[in-house]
């Protein structure tokens, strides 16, 4: 049976989970075409804020990427706007003339913000906040600082004032109503919240009118109804949005406030089915991402085939995404006569929790503060249970009620529905989550979130993913600590997030602004935020010797005699007569005992006395020998075979490429230590299949590996891909690192990387995308800048000397009982 043709005119979110139900249901019923007006494969639309604040990239947030594309045979047309749609012939027509034609048309055209027609609004400067496009704008405009006006104090316009003053800029936010959020707050909880953000530095200005905004050839200010007027470089209009309906209106289809449909989303044409923003079901339009997954769903039962799946319309629960501040909402929480109020006030914890109730039912529930409770309400909500005898308790939360809730938490989770919505981000039920843990035999945090989308965007769910998986798994679930160490409750991933999301520059500020529980952190968090600000921060954090640990310190590999090996770089394993003789001079000179050759085909001086430390290495620097870093979490050894130079199997250089490849990635710190390989055929005697990026040399070209291990545990490398020239080879492997340097745990080696964050994940970052392969590379550039320096150099010219200078000599240096021991290669 040939497949149909189906074309989907966007690239939201809304089509991409349809696909997923639809590929999952009947994958080899449709070749599918996709334009997308934008030019990018589907993103995470409501994570743009994580983005804007720092606390994500938009690589974190792509949910479909080229390989995914690629995997299920899509035609994906980026940049391609559709202009118009010929029902009769059938043709879907783009601006470029590009035309597709359809057995079934989907319609996901979203929605667009609406910009207030004031004077002043079409100059430069005047931003909405829909897309990555407004994203990337916010950022260059924070980046030449000043103030920010933002108009629309709702969910958007909170969010993108949040990340612009987390990226230093002034901020004032200009809200038409009364109160902030009052769609989805009561004027207590929106007081709470103007207080909360008045306390971040954000001014906040309540029953604002916008008359105009100034500027002759851009944004200088906005000047308000009641002739106030506020200097700014930047406005963002966040007010709303309007569902994108022109182009089903000029193809004839129904429309009213959005493209109309029948409950199971197709519209007036049975052969066209609209999902997203820009569909109305019954009369509502959406714009929560809930509802819009439950849309997706209902259509793709119907384009796979008989269903009688029907959309259903449910309250949806509000949360704003502000680390920090913690809100829910959900119903209706208007007032009423036939309406009553149950209130909660805590000043002292800042908390404020309302729930709203209608012939003894909740209708409604806000909560601002302590939130944990914002589910219960809402499972009491869609139940419609008679809450008449837990009346006086109800607003102290499900711990308070009968039945032993309170002493066993996770009976809150047992008493949720199989229904009840667990990650409103990606509209995750608690019986999709069980199910899948059943039939997938998921045992981990991370598997759940690879097969379910749980917890994969924000976050703030994991707890309750976590519960739900101690129900479902009974004494066999196991949760890792999420700490780093005593001294935090935050595990490495919140840490390194927080740390670019508050724009947090050094240890104190870290440990201060992060709650640190003990007074300068210890022994394992110390050189895990060490290494986190380096990363994070190139050229701005200076780095903290005394976080480090003692073979740092020194650059030289303690032993267990006290005394040091020294290891010095030999470019691709490659050396010359003079490096031997000048090594050779220095063994004789301090009586250096014992002299090996290292795994990393490098030669370690074993036995050097640490007051002698400075004074070999200024002998090895008069012969042109560099630390070979034996000691770090960086770049170790680029371990090469002869290659074509020599050898008759050779396919390629692979020593010039090994000695390119360590003069440009030396000295860059990473989350633990780095060994790469190049080898000159497939025969592999640089044996690059276990190391942390390996190069197999191929007559093609080059085959790229990663992800191996030869240590404790044992790992055979994972293939990238294979590119055909040098140039590739080394932005691959930099682009790579730079990666794991932004995304690795303190100690975590590559391979265990990739496991947490998936190979695919970094296959589609490095080797499919080439603008994200590009940005990666170009920050690794830029970090080197300031990683490059030989640090036997410096300590020979008088840095750190306290190192070196014994308090007491009593003879022979002792080694510490507890000494750190550490293999050279």
């Known amino acids: 049976m040939s497949k149909q043709r ?31 007006a934008e030019p990018r494969v589907n993103y995470d639309r409501i994570m743009l804020s994580p983005v804007l604040s720092g ?70 400067g005047v931003l909405a906040y829909r897309d990555l496009d407004d994203v990337d704008g916010m950022l260059r405009a924070a980046d030449r600082g000043g103030r ?44 709470l919240l103007q207080k909360e953000l008045e306390s971040r530095g954000i001014e906040v200005r309540c029953g604002a009118n916008t008359k105009a905004i100034l500027g002759e050839r851009e944004v200088e200010g906005v000047e308000l109804e009641d002739g106030t007027i506020i200097d700014a470089s930047l406005v963002v209009m966040a007010v709303g949005i309007r569902p994108a309906v022109d182009l089903a209106r000029e193809a004839g289809l129904e429309v009213g406030r959005g493209i109309q449909t029948d409950f199971a989303m197709r519209t007036s044409d049975p052969d066209i089915f609209s999902v997203g923003e820009c569909a109305e079901v019954d009369g509502r339009v959406y714009g929560l991402v809930a509802p819009l997954y439950q849309m997706a769903k209902v259509a793709a039962e119907h384009l796979s085939g ?20 913690n809100l829910y909402s959900v119903g209706d929480f208007g007032d009423g006569p036939d309406r009553e109020d149950v209130v909660l006030r805590d000043a002292a914890r800042g908390s404020y929790r309302r729930v709203i109730l209608q012939d003894n039912r909740v209708i409604g529930a806000v ?73 997938k035999g998921l045992t981990s945090l991370g598997e759940v979130r690879a097969h379910t989308k749980a917890s994969a965007s924000c976050g703030t769910c994991t707890g309750l993913v976590e519960a739900v998986m101690a129900l479902t798994l009974g004494d066999t679930f196991a949760k890792k600590a999420e700490g780093m160490c005593g001294c935090t409750d935050l595990g490495h991933g919140e840490v390194r997030r927080l740390i670019k999301a508050q724009g947090l520059k050094s240890i104190p500020a ?13 022994a394992k968090c110390r050189p895990a935020l060490n290494y986190y600000l380096l ?132 000295g860059s710190w990473t989350p633990a230590k780095v060994k790469l390989a ?36 044992i790992q055979g490398t994972t293939k990238l891909g294979t590119v055909a020239t040098e140039e590739e080879v080394i932005e691959i492997a930099a682009a790579m690192t730079q990666m794991y340097r932004e995304q690795g745990f303190y100690l975590e080696r590559i391979y265990k990387w990739a496991d947490r964050v998936g190979y695919d994940t970094v296959k589609a970052a490095i080797l499919d995308d080439l603008e994200s392969r590009r940005a990666y590379y170009e920050r690794f550039v830029l970090s080197q800048k300031f990683s490059q320096s030989d640090p036997w150099s410096e300590r020979v010219s008088g840095v750190d000397k306290h190192e070196f200078k014994p308090l007491a000599v009593f003879g022979e240096d002792l080694a510490p009982a507890t000494a750190k021991v550490e293999p050279a290669e």
């Not at 870290?510 to 210890?522: N, P, R």
């Open 367 to 439: 909560l601002y503060g302590d939130v944990a409770d914002g589910m219960w309400y809402n499972e009491l909500l869609k139940s419609g249970e008679d809450v008449s005898k837990m009346r006086d308790t109800l607003i102290f939360g499900q711990a308070h009620q009968g039945g032993g809730v309170a002493a066993d938490p996770l009976a809150a989770v047992a008493n949720l529905s199989d229904d009840a919505e667990i990650c409103g981000c990606n509209g995750i039920c608690k019986g999709k989550i069980v199910q899948a843990i059943n039939e």
């Open 678 to 713: 190049v080898t000159g055929c497939p025969r592999n005697c640089a044996e690059a299949t276990c190391k942390d990026i390996g190069v197999i040399c191929v007559e093609s070209g080059y085959e790229i590996v990663y992800g191996g291990a030869a240590g404790l545990h």
């Open 510 to 522: 870290v440990m201060q602004e992060l709650e640190w529980k003990s007074s300068h952190g210890c």
């Open 55 to 124: 606390e994500k990239t938009f690589e974190d947030i792509i949910i479909h990427g080229d390989a995914w594309y690629e995997g299920h045979g899509i035609t994906l047309h980026r940049g391609e706007k559709v202009t118009g749609i010929d029902r009769e012939a059938r043709i879907v027509t783009g601006a470029s003339g590009i035309t597709a034609a359809y057995d079934k048309l989907v319609i996901a055209t979203g929605s667009s913000p609406f910009i207030i027609p004031v004077p002043g609004h079409k100059l430069p």
């Open 535 to 666: 990363s994070d921060w190139p050229g701005e954090y200076k780095d903290d010797q005394q976080s480090r640990f003692i073979n740092e310190r020194v650059h030289a590999n303690i032993q267990k005699d006290g005394t040091y090996s020294v290891v010095p770089r030999m470019w691709g394993g490659m050396t010359s007569s003079d490096e031997l003789r000048a090594i050779a001079d220095v063994v004789d000179k301090f009586a250096i005992p014992d002299v090996k050759v290292t795994g990393g085909q490098r030669i370690d001086l074993l036995g050097v006395k640490k007051a002698d430390l400075p004074a070999v290495w200024a002998d090895l620097n008069a012969a042109g020998l560099v630390s070979g870093h034996a000691y770090a979490k960086g770049l170790r050894t680029v371990k090469t075979c002869v290659g074509s130079t020599w050898c008759r199997f050779g396919t390629q250089d692979s020593t010039g490429l090994g000695i390119k490849l360590e003069k440009f990635l030396w």
């Open 148 to 191: 920010a006006v933002v108009i629309g104090g709702g969910l958007l316009g909170l969010e993108a004032a949040a990340g612009l003053k987390s990226r230093g800029m002034d901020v004032t936010v200009l809200h038409l109503m009364p109160t902030l959020m009052e769609r989805q707050l009561d004027p207590a909880a929106g007081y």
């Open 306 to 325: 008989v269903s009688e799946a029907a959309f259903t319309h449910a309250e949806t629960p509000t949360k704003l995404k502000v680390t920090g501040i």
């Open 6 to 36: 189906l074309v989907i005119i966007g690239n939201g979110m809304a089509p991409g989970r349809l696909l997923e139900h639809l590929f999952e249901a009947a994958p080899d019923a449709y070749d599918v075409t996709i334009f997308n």
